[in-house]
């Protein structure tokens, strides 16, 4: 098991907000273990609550969080498939949309409205404890 923090491995990129805010967090803390990540909840106030979203670099990976429900998060690719612009998260209508051509996908990363025609990929997470755990 090795450790280190979001100012090796990872720093905040924003949150749910496309990318106008570019926030670097060097004391948030991250532990792997092989392909595993564990982000301690403490430290990403915006995934406390259900419908809060970020996204991450995590050992070179961007790397989208959606608190989904009370219990589960999730972990997409946010890079669109169409033309490589950012997704976000809409938790009004509990979809990730992109802004540059209007492409759509849903939470397991289908499409569910083009251009794009090419799934994001999905990466598996939990919420354990106090922490997310996501495998890359
Ligand atoms: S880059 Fe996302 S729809 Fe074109």
Same mark, same amino acid.
């Given at each position: 098991? #090795?450790?280190?923090?979001?100012?090796?491995? !990872?720093? %905040?990129?924003?949150?749910?907000? +496309?990318?106008?805010? %570019?926030?670097?967090? /060097?004391?948030? #803390?991250?532990?792997?273990? !092989?392909? $595993?990540?564990?982000? /301690?909840?403490? $430290?990403?106030? &915006?995934? $406390?609550?259900?419908? !809060?979203? =970020?996204?991450?670099? %995590? $050992? +070179?990976?961007?790397?989208?969080?959606?608190?989904? #429900? @009370?219990?589960? =998060?999730?972990?997409?690719? /946010?890079?669109?498939?169409?033309?490589?612009?950012? =997704?976000?998260?809409?938790?009004?209508?509990?979809? *990730?949309?992109?802004?540059?051509?209007? #492409?759509?996908?849903?939470?397991?990363?289908? &499409? &569910?409205?083009? /251009?794009?025609?090419?799934? *994001? @990929?999905?990466?598996?997470?939990?919420?354990?404890?106090?922490?997310?755990?996501?495998?890359?």
């Amino acid at each position: 098991m #090795s450790s280190s923090t979001f100012g090796r491995r !990872g720093f %905040l990129l924003g949150s749910g907000l +496309g990318l106008g805010t %570019l926030l670097v967090l /060097p004391t948030v #803390s991250s532990r792997a273990e !092989g392909g $595993k990540v564990a982000i /301690p909840l403490a $430290k990403l106030e &915006v995934l $406390k609550s259900v419908g !809060g979203s =970020v996204v991450l670099k %995590l $050992k +070179g990976k961007l790397v989208l969080l959606v608190r989904d #429900s @009370a219990t589960s =998060v999730r972990a997409l690719d /946010p890079v669109c498939t169409h033309r490589e612009c950012l =997704v976000a998260y809409n938790p009004g209508e509990n979809k *990730l949309k992109c802004p540059c051509h209007g #492409s759509q996908f849903d939470l397991n990363g289908r &499409v &569910v409205h083009g /251009p794009a025609s090419r799934p *994001l @990929a999905n990466y598996a997470a939990e919420l354990a404890g106090e922490q997310i755990i996501v495998t890359l």
